[in-house]
């Protein structure tokens, strides 16, 4: 499986500011996925990032509040908005691929564990 | 009702026990099915994948499906302490095969 790193790994962030979150994959992969999981909940899909084309949002999630950007096949972030306490989470990439494959299986970044103040 | 459900738990085993993980969806064109597992403070990493009815083996692992009751589940045996762990059971929608929705998670606790 390819070989997944998010930066920052957490961060401690005031109210109303914004924080962006990168995840970089070693090979290229079909699709890429931004997840949140709050504390002691399940993952919830934010948003599906498209390569070269505006990313996918669930329900309940908005591009003015995370915007996305996945810019080649290897790499994609995530902002956080306007951040308020609602938004403490860990943020989690996961991928699909590589490209010359057939899978449906996703795997998972390290997370980055986001505390706002 | 939940596009996937487990029970919460927790479940508590003891070392060397099998422990049964349950799992129901909603969508009855799922295709794709998943079980993780996540120990606290990391992210989920992939145990198995199912995808045909019947069992799949892997090592101590065991993935059960049965498409007709919209029921997967996952038996570990010989368990042991390093198996303490929240387990995430996913199912893909049919629609849509990249799109994985998961349920909340047994948590699992293994006793020596």
């Known amino acids: 499986s390819a070989v997944i790193s998010q930066k920052p790994s957490r961060d401690i962030c005031q109210r109303g500011t914004s924080l962006t979150i990168q995840c970089q994959v070693d090979?290229?992969?079909?699709?890429m996925f931004w997840y949140r999981q709050q504390p002691g909940q399940s993952l919830t899909l934010i948003a599906t990032a498209n390569q070269g084309s505006e990313a996918t949002y669930e329900s309940g999630f908005v591009i003015d509040k995370f915007p996305i950007s996945r810019p080649n096949l290897t790499f994609s972030t995530l902002t956080v908005s306007n951040m308020s306490p609602e938004d403490s989470s860990i943020y989690l990439c996961?991928?699909?691929?590589?490209?010359?494959?057939?899978?449906?299986?996703?795997?998972f970044g390290p997370g980055t564990r986001l505390t706002v103040l | 009702q939940k596009e996937v459900e487990q029970n919460s738990g927790p479940l508590s085993v003891p070392e060397g026990a099998i422990a049964s993980l349950n799992c129901t969806y909603s969508?009855?064109?799922?295709?794709?099915f998943f079980w993780y597992r996540q120990y606290s403070g990391k992210s989920p990493e992939l145990i198995m994948s199912?995808?045909?009815?019947g069992d799949k083996e892997d090592g101590r692992f065991t993935a059960q499906l049965n498409k007709a009751s919209q029921y997967v589940s996952l038996l570990i045996r010989d368990s042991q302490p390093s198996d303490s762990a929240t387990y995430l059971c996913a199912v893909n929608r049919s629609w849509n095969n990249n799109d994985m929705r998961f349920g909340a998670g047994t948590r699992l606790t293994v006793k020596p």
């Open positions: 199912i995808y045909s009815n």
């Open positions: 996961s991928v699909e691929g590589p490209v010359e494959s057939s899978t449906d299986t996703q795997y």
């Open positions: 969508d009855r064109g799922s295709q794709s």
């Open positions: 090979s290229q992969v079909t699709m």
